[in-house]
């Protein structure tokens, strides 16, 4: 299958097929000497997969880092996949139950079909037990060790103190992404992520630069700074990533 056909048939972009390919995450099974990419059965069990940890929320790097684990287990994987999505459809079914009551004329004033609680609790220990069994990079580890010990004081620091870089980017998005300005304003970034979580070498800063446009979730959260913030700084950021050095 043609990579054009894998995202009509996905919903995905080839843009973002070609990045998938990029940081290891999913490569066509060959390319022809047309240069097509040409999918096979496994590489669409893989995107298949890379689908499912989407829907729950899972990072494209923890997607790699889990799957790459010799020891991961794809038919456990989707067992565990499975009960949360049948959490979230058992809500859904709620809900429509709840709007055909309405409907009805029958004054139900219920809300608890709106709590995702239970659903939010269940995908937290899934994330958890995971990442435990399968998710043991470096940088994970180092995260785990940093992050365990902070309190709702420091986290609410810290997300204030990320938010306010990343509302720097979207107040800089105008001037030209390699100024002086714009990156010293992506060191600060790089610093502020090995402060606070795990070590942000360059390599680490250019994948994650790349994620903020791949991954739609990080693209929507970083626009909320202004349209075009995500782009703008994955572009600095691959900028920074290819000097050996930085002078301030």
């Known amino acids: 299958m043609k990579i054009n056909e894998v995202a009509k048939l996905t919903g995905l972009t080839v843009r973002t097929l070609h990045y998938y ?4 995450l999913l ?14 059965e496994h590489s669409l069990e893989t995107l298949q997969q890379i689908l499912f940890f989407r829907e729950l929320e899972f990072s494209l ?16 994987a989707l067992q565990k996949q499975k009960e949360l999505l049948l959490k979230k459809r058992a809500r859904i079914d709620q809900l429509v139950r709840l709007i055909d009551d309405t409907v009805k004329g029958e004054n139900t004033m219920s809300f608890q079909e709106f709590d995702i609680t239970e659903i939010e609790k269940v995908k937290e220990a899934y994330a958890d037990e ?4 399968w998710g ?5 580890a180092q995260s ?10 420091q986290w609410k620091f810290l997300n204030e103190e990320g938010a306010s870089i990343l509302k720097e980017f979207g107040t800089c998005r105008m001037l030209e992404a ?27 800063l250019s994948g994650l630069g790349k ?25 600095a950021i691959a900028i920074y990533c290819k000097k050996d050095t930085y002078n301030s």
């Open 21 to 24: 390919d990029e940081i290891g």
């Open 27 to 40: 490569s066509p099974s060959k390319i022809t000497e047309s240069g097509y990419r040409i999918y096979d």
């Open 61 to 76: 790097h923890d997607m790699k880092e889990i799957m790459e684990n010799p020891s991961y287990d794809k038919r456990e």
């Open 130 to 133: 995971v990442k435990k069994r």
């Open 136 to 140: 043991s990079t470096t940088a994970y």
């Open 144 to 153: 785990e060790e940093k992050t365990k010990k902070y309190d709702k004081k």
């Open 178 to 204: 390699d100024s002086v300005k714009v990156q010293q304003l992506v060191q600060k970034w790089q610093s502020y992520i090995t402060a606070n979580f795990y070590e942000c070498t360059d390599e680490i």
């Open 211 to 235: 994620m903020y446009i791949a991954d739609t979730r990080f693209t929507e959260n970083i626009d909320k700074n202004g349209n075009g913030t995500a782009d703008f700084m994955s572009r």
